[in-house]
């Protein structure tokens, strides 16, 4: 009796095994609706989510069902490289990116994917997530091949390759360097192009304005930067530019100038843009910031009617494809002036921007 006890232990052992290691784990399909489209009156429209990385089906459906009750068809969302890859080069863990685009492309939205981020084993000991070594290049561009194959038959179409490059935040703690950027998208573009070609490859967006600190410690212009990023050939290494186009306290009217940070300055960047090369531009980021305590801030009456405006300018520009405004929603209030930037209150309450921009971008006008 006791050695069949013993049997029955080694097979209910042995069985376990394999239903762990051996048997493919059964994932719950996703609760996704019936094939939609976005009814919008302005196909520019755009609004900048923040949905990777919080795993909860409900409140990206939920986020994603007010994107499209208001009729913007696109939304830029970062899909970070330390998310599909935590541990090693080997292997990709897409379920979170899978959810996120899934629900956007069963609403008829078009994602627009901003890669970056650094995962741990990509970069030095104690380095800035932001960190990316040159010899590193070649794991990032298999990371950004892997997306776009896997991706660009489920709404993926446009791919952004970093994100504001100017800024030593974002470029890891270190200088400034269009000439490197450059080569980042020399590796990168062509690999992509190959795999998967109707990939629209966009330029990480700049961050807006003049050079900051001794010897660009903390940006460098967009302008000097990017001068050098298309005289170092650049250019031919993408199919579109990025722009980030904050307001400030300037109304969307106001006349562009180079010392001037507000949304006509891309303007000024496309006349450089097309001296070198004839891309058209994406405005990936961009708007007005309403919080009562931030002395950057304008009103919420202010802001609303420059956002509606600027919505409409962009279809003035045949040069831009997308006018993204910055911030869709959060999960959750920061109680910080960064509420200030949201169209969908951190408790999940639609703002009254909201209601505004909706009826602006569904009904035609008469």
């Known amino acids: 009796m006791q050695k069949l006890l013993i049997l029955l ?4 052992a042995i069985s376990a095994t394999i239903n762990t290691f051996v048997i493919r784990r059964q994932v719950a399909p996703f609760a996704l609706p019936k094939p939609q489209t976005v009814i919008a009156t ?4 755009a609004v900048h989510t ?7 089906e409900v409140f990206i459906a939920h986020q994603l069902d007010l994107v499209a009750a208001m009729g913007t068809p696109w939304i830029v969302e970062l899909f970070p490289w330390a998310y599909a890859q935590p541990r090693s080069q080997y292997g990709y863990d897409w ?3 899978d959810m996120v685009i899934d629900h956007a492309h069963a609403r008829g939205i078009t994602v627009i994917a901003r890669l970056d981020i650094v995962p741990a084993w990509a970069r030095p000991t104690n380095s800035s997530d932001r960190f990316l070594a040159p010899h590193m290049y070649a ?21 952004i390759i970093w994100n504001e490059p100017n ?3 974002e470029w890891g703690g270190r200088s400034p360097d269009p000439e490197a950027y450059a080569q980042l998208l020399a590796t990168v573009y062509p690999a992509v192009k190959q795999a998967t070609p109707a990939v629209t490859i966009i330029a990480g967006a700049l961050s807006p304005g003049a050079t900051l600190g001794d010897n660009a410690e903390v940006r460098l212009g967009d302008r000097e930067y990017t001068t050098r990023f298309l005289a170092a050939g650049g250019g031919q290494f993408i199919d579109a ?3 980030h186009a904050y307001g400030g306290q300037l109304p969307p009217n106001d006349p562009p100038q180079w010392d001037v940070v507000n949304l006509r300055r891309v303007e000024l960047i496309h006349q450089l843009l ?3 090369v004839n891309k058209p531009i994406f405005i990936t980021e961009a708007g007005w910031n309403d919080a009562p305590r931030w002395q950057l801030a304008i009103t919420p009456a202010q802001r609303i009617r420059w956002s509606i405006a600027a919505y409409q300018q962009a279809q003035q520009w045949p040069w831009l494809t997308v006018f993204t405004l910055w911030q869709f929603g959060l999960p959750a209030p920061t109680h910080t002036y960064q509420d200030g930037w949201l169209l969908i209150a951190g408790d999940g309450t639609p703002r009254a921007i909201y209601a505004e921009l909706a009826q602006a971008l569904t009904q035609t006008p008469p």
Do not use: C, E, M
């Open 50 to 56: 923040r949905l990777t990385g919080v795993g909860d």
């Open 241 to 243: 530019w990025g722009v």
């Open 95 to 97: 379920r979170g990116f």
């Open 42 to 45: 302005n196909p520019k429209a």
């Open 9 to 12: 232990g080694i097979i209910i």
């Open 139 to 159: 794991a990032y561009r298999d990371y950004v091949v892997a997306f776009a194959q896997r991706y660009h038959q489920r709404g993926v179409t446009h791919i």
């Open 274 to 276: 097309i001296s070198y």
């Open 167 to 169: 800024l030593q935040f």
